[in-house]
Structure formats: C-alpha cells, structure tokens
C-alpha cells in the first residue's frame, strides 16, 4: 500500500523539491503546509500516514506541530531541520517525534527513513490499540465486581448470583454487562444521596 504523506515546510523551494522526491518514490502527497497550525488542521483532517515537518515556521512552529500530532496520536511525525542543536533534538524527543532528518538530506535517505518510520509506527498503534483493549477490559472487571458487591451487600445474593443477575440483565435490556454494572453503581449512589 502507498503511504500517504502531509509535507509542511513554509521554504516553498524546499516543499517543493521534497514534494518531488517523495512522488519520484511512489508516496502520495494529500497535503503540503506552510505552517505549523494548517499542519495540524490538515493532519486532522487528512489523516495522513506520516507527516514531515520543519522545524521553523511561522504561528506554530514544527516542535510544537509534532507535540499537539504525536498527543493527539494522528500521525508519525518526521522533523525536517537544519539545525541539529541539542535543543532541537531534546524537544523533538519530547514532542514525541518518530523521525528526524537534517537538511540538506539526500533523496536515497529519505525512502528508508520514511519506511522506518512507518514500520515502528505500525508497531507502536498496535502496541497503543492493545493497551487501551487491556485497560477497557480491567475496568469492566473492575465496575463488574463493584457492582456484583454491592448487590451481594443489598440484597444479600451469593457472588454466582449477582453475576447471573447483572448478565440476564443486559442480555434483557441489550446492553453489555459494563452498561448495567454502572447502572447499578449509580442508581445506589443517587438513592444515597436522597
């Protein structure tokens, strides 16, 4: 699959040389940018795979682009800089960037670098996407077992019981078991505060 790629340099003759290079390897370019704060409209808007940015430009610079994409989990961010300082490389770092290339760059190390990039991207979304799956089932299990308490509690039912309740009951009402669970959680805690 071609990966789709926003450019955003506010040098014209730099996007434009870049431009040609990535299309010369086959990417697709969906967007170019001259700014930091049209980056990050068109990254959301675009959702491309990979966004290189400069890390000069005018309203919002290329740092703190890469900082509200890479936040916002929208995109690998590759910063285009000439100027290699420590400075630029600790807030790259910090802004959370996948990529960095120093200009001027050659065309042969461009593709390898975007394909790394896209390779470790890959794996990280994969690695984000399993997290997330492992922390929504941890606090299903969690407000499960609050919620088969406190009907072990009120209504004095075994643990098996309480479990079975909360299961017919979202089969019942086409809910999943986390929907009642919090149901029951607040319906005890309005009646507390009654």
Do not use: C
Request: hydrophobic letters at 45%; charged letters at 30%.
């Amino acid at each position: 699959m071609t990966a789709r790629l926003l450019i955003a340099d506010d040098e014209i003759s730099i996007w434009q040389g870049l431009r040609d290079a990535l299309l010369a390897h086959g990417y697709v370019i969906v967007g170019e940018a001259l700014d930091g704060q049209q980056a990050v409209a068109m990254t959301r808007q675009l959702r491309p795979d990979l966004v290189l940015l400069d890390d000069k430009m005018p309203l919002l610079d290329g740092l703190e682009a890469a900082t509200v994409i890479s936040r916002e989990s929208l995109a690998p961010v590759v910063l285009l800089t000439s100027s290699p300082s420590h400075e630029v490389i600790d807030r790259a770092r910090r802004a959370g960037v996948f990529g960095y290339l120093i200009k001027p760059f050659r065309d042969t190390e461009l593709m390898p670098h975007i394909e790394v990039v896209l390779a470790r991207w890959n794996v990280y979304q994969k690695r984000r996407n399993e997290m997330i799956a492992l922390r929504n089932r941890l606090d299903t299990r969690t407000e499960i077992d609050r919620a088969k308490a406190l009907l072990i509690e009120r209504h004095g039912l075994s643990e098996i019981e309480a479990f079975r309740r909360i299961q017919q009951l979202a089969m019942r009402t086409r809910k999943t078991m986390r929907e009642v669970a919090q149901a029951i959680l607040l319906t005890d805690q309005l009646a507390d505060h009654s």
